[in-house]
Nanobody, 124 residues
Framework: QVQLVESGGGLVQAGGSLRLSCAAS????????MGWFRQAPGKEREFVAT????????YYADSVKGRFTISADNAKSTVYLQMNSLKPEDTAVYYC?????????????????WGQGTQVTVSS
């Protein structure tokens, strides 16, 4: 099992930036891919971005492409989500997740371990 702890959420004005961090521990050798998802009140959890743990291959949801950047520091067992040009519609609880090989990159079912989430609120 992999333990994940997110940090870096908060309140920011529209147009501002935040960087989320997710520290992994435990069976990190089993991680193939790390992802960020988010869930706004009354909405389903949605895919944001993903990165392969060792190869650094990234993929983004259309809604964040060009504004968000996912990166990983294997030495620190940490994945980051740099969020720029934030919009009020980015307001949500953000979760990081770890996935073994296989599965569909953008679906939550492919990810086996999840963090507790961190709140991001963007004011207009």
């Amino acid at each position: 099992q992999v333990q994940l702890v997110e940090s870096g959420g908060g309140l920011v004005q529209a147009g501002g930036s935040l960087r989320l961090s997710c520290a992994a521990s435990g069976r990190t050798f089993s991680i193939y891919r790390m992802g960020w998802f988010r869930q706004a009140p009354g909405k389903e959890r949605e895919f944001v971005a993903t990165i392969t743990w060792r190869g650094g291959i990234t993929y983004y949801a259309d809604s964040v492409k060009g504004r968000f950047t996912i990166s990983a520091d294997n030495a620190k067992s940490t994945v980051y989500l740099q969020m720029n040009s934030l919009k009020p519609e980015d307001t949500a609880v953000y979760y990081c997740a770890a996935a073994p090989p296989g599965g569909v990159t953008t679906t939550s079912g492919a990810y086996s371990d999840w963090g507790q989430g961190t709140q991001v609120t963007v004011s207009s």
